[in-house]
């Protein structure tokens, strides 16, 4: 910590010791600079970088796809595979096929988004609630 010096008397004190007068911050009133190797600074601020890459999570959004008259073991084999999804950090998109006659009966499809809003509500948190897209219901939930 020298304090505050003009750029010139700077730039003579790391030329004296060998080294280079890096600006570390160039916003701050006045600018912060350090006198350093700057072949070593960038060699440091690139294992920073690659070091925080390798920590990084890409959130991926899985799709569960269901009908409105799911069966009840088929019910909680989706909900199964929901669960492992959100519990490894994923996104999960429930998509409700309707077929045919059942878009008359859009009702039940609500109900199934419902209960397993309901089921999952622990763990998730609903990103997109419940919406028709053509013949299908999508309905998005996070992990909280």
């Keep these: 910590m020298i304090g505050v010096l003009s750029t010139r ?3 003579a004190r790391a030329y004296a010791v060998g080294l280079d007068l890096v600006e570390i911050s160039p916003n701050a009133e006045p600018p912060v600079a350090k006198i350093l190797d700057y072949g070593k600074f960038k060699y440091e601020q690139q294992k920073k970088r690659n070091e925080a890459r390798k920590k990084q999570k890409i959130v991926e959004l899985k799709e569960v ?3 409105p008259n799911i069966d009840e073991n088929d019910y ?5 595979a929901m669960k492992s999804f959100i519990g490894e950090g994923d996104k999960v998109k429930v ?7 059942e878009m008359a009966h859009q009702e039940l499809g609500v109900k199934v988004l419902e209960r397993i809003r309901g089921d999952m509500e622990t763990d998730t948190k609903v990103e997109q ?9 999508v309905m ?5």
């Design 140 to 144: 998005v939930l996070a992990p909280k």
């Design 76 to 80: 909680q084999v989706k909900l199964r």
């Design 65 to 67: 796809k269901v009908r």
């Design 9 to 11: 008397d700077a730039i």
């Design 95 to 101: 998509t409700l096929r309707f077929r045919g006659r």
């Design 129 to 137: 609630m419940p919406k028709m897209e053509n013949r299908q219901m």
